[in-house]
């Protein structure tokens, strides 16, 4: 059973920068895809960003440019940099990984950008 392991989040200016890193653990070998989706207030969870374990990314056309997501296989990391954040970037993250069939979440982390 893997487990999805999430930090980073928290409350932050607009303009400003937030990193969230998620770490799997328990099992976590073949992971396969790893991304971040995330779910404002009265919104269904749509996806933000998401790699291949090869590195290839994809990005929703709402944080491209602004948001970049890499990868460190050896430690089952995903890293997320947030910058130039705007309010309607408010919302709970939620990291997911992929392995095989099965589908993993993490508990999810705040991100909240106000003034």
């Known amino acids: 059973q893997v487990q999805l392991v999430e930090s980073g989040g928290g409350l932050v200016q607009p303009g400003g920068s937030l990193r969230l890193s998620c770490t799997a653990s328990?099992?976590?070998?073949?992971?396969?895809?790893m991304g971040w989706y995330r779910q404002g207030p009265g919104q269904q969870r749509e996806m933000v960003a998401r790699i291949t374990p090869g590195g290839s990314s994809n990005y929703a056309d709402s944080v491209k440019g602004r948001f970049t997501l890499s990868r460190e296989d050896a430690k089952n990391t995903v890293y997320l940099q947030m910058n130039s954040l705007k309010p309607e970037d408010t919302a709970v993250y939620y990291c997911?990984?992929?392995?095989?069939?099965?589908?993993?979440w993490g508990q999810g982390t705040q991100v909240t950008v106000s003034s």
């Open positions: 328990g099992g976590a070998f073949s992971i396969g895809i």
């Open positions: 997911r990984a992929d392995q095989r069939e099965n589908v993993y």
